[in-house]
């Protein structure tokens, strides 16, 4: 089921940051589990032709689909990038729940839009980073590429393991993560990226000076240009 959500994207100015005006999303609704996501498409598509999607996984109790909207939208449309945002069931965070979820998500994708099943990218901050890793691992053939800003590639946090993408996807899986030199957490980032890189993929760790553990979408570049 679509509708038209109805509401601007951003302001007025056309920056790579921002929005344009009177730009309307559609929401669908997956009634197998009573929930949905909504996307964003970019103009000016060719027809016959099928394009990449960002799926945004969202941190721990804030969606910050406005932030990440006005933030990477842009960017994206100009570059011809779908933007999707999906919805954890548990608004405070992602669990093992939300997996089968997410992969119907990725499966909807190219069913119902000129979306390139092969090119599919999740984007996650924080807990929705930890997620991303999570999705690919137990369903490591879905996605070509993670990107995670602030999230971990561990298991557990109480008593944390690196946990990574199986072998066999190391030439159809990419890895960008994005984490502050002042974040603690950058040690399993670190050791992921060497894992990663001695396992053949390919991968980019890209560490901003002085950040903690935060939204850092001063990389908004550096990210879109990958």
């Known amino acids: ?129 930890q997620m991303a890793f999570h999705v690919v691992r137990k369903s490591p053939r879905r996605f070509a590429s993670i990107i995670t800003m602030a999230g971990y590639p561990v298991t557990g946090m109480r008593e944390p393991t690196v946990s990574l993408p199986s072998r066999s996807v190391r030439k159809s899986l990419s890895v960008l993560m994005v984490v502050g030199t002042a974040d603690n957490g950058r040690v399993f980032c670190r050791g992921a990226a060497e894992q990663l890189k001695a396992a053949g993929f390919a991968v980019r760790l890209i560490g901003v000076p002085g950040a903690r553990p935060e939204y850092l979408p001063s990389t908004r570049a550096r990210i879109l240009d990958r």
Do not use: C
């Open 1 to 129: 089921e679509w509708r038209g959500v109805g509401r601007r994207v951003g302001g007025g100015q056309d920056s790579e940051g921002g929005g344009t005006r009177n730009e309307a999303a559609k929401a669908r609704t997956l009634e197998k589990h009573n929930r949905g996501y909504t996307i964003y498409t970019p103009p000016g598509l060719e027809e016959g032709k099928r394009y990449a999607a960002v799926i945004w996984l969202h941190p721990k109790g804030n969606s910050m689909n406005t932030r990440f909207r006005r933030d990477w939208w842009t960017g994206l449309k100009r570059r011809k990038i779908f933007m999707v945002l999906p919805e954890s069931a548990d608004r405070r965070t992602w669990n093992d729940d939300d997996l089968p979820y997410l992969l119907d998500v990725a499966g909807d994708l190219p069913r119902q839009f000129a979306v390139d099943r092969k090119s599919l990218v999740l984007f996650g901050y924080q807990a929705g980073g």
